[in-house]
């Protein structure tokens, strides 16, 4: 082979493998943490909005795809509400409440547990 042709066709392999490598995609964990804080962003903006759920003690996070709610709020109603709202945002997968209730006049947690009801 020819000097000239190798240096062509070193060239033509650096360009071929600089065009393959520049056309990769992100990693997947890469994708997945900017979804999760698009999907967090909108529930926040949904949760906070809201005239029921605006002056609640809730912290959002979401962990591929799924929104978790902590922190507390004054009623049942509430707790619904902001769960129902994170459902609502677009690339949400799941929701987990993991709201308290909060007796807003003594500052003290109701804990609300449902019973199995007898048959």
């Given at each position: 082979m020819k000097p000239i042709s190798k240096y062509?066709?070193?060239?033509?392999?650096?360009?071929?493998?600089?065009?393959?490598?520049?056309?990769?995609?992100?990693?997947p964990d890469t994708t997945q943490y900017l979804s999760d804080v698009d999907v967090t962003n909108k529930a926040k903006v949904a949760i906070y909005s809201d005239?029921?759920?605006?002056?609640?003690?809730?912290?959002?996070?979401?962990?591929?795809?799924?929104?978790?709610l902590t922190g507390?709020?004054?009623?049942?109603?509430a707790k619904e509400k902001a769960g129902d709202l994170a459902r609502g945002v677009s690339g949400a997968f799941g929701v987990k409440n993991d709201l308290q209730i909060i007796n807003p006049s003594s500052s003290q947690i109701i804990i609300i547990k449902e019973e199995p009801q007898p048959k």
């Open positions: 062509f066709s070193a060239v033509f392999l650096a360009a071929a493998m600089l065009s393959v490598t520049g056309c990769s995609s992100p990693p005239p029921m759920t605006k002056d609640s003690q809730i912290i959002v996070s979401t962990t591929k795809g799924v929104v978790q507390s709020v004054s009623s049942q109603a």
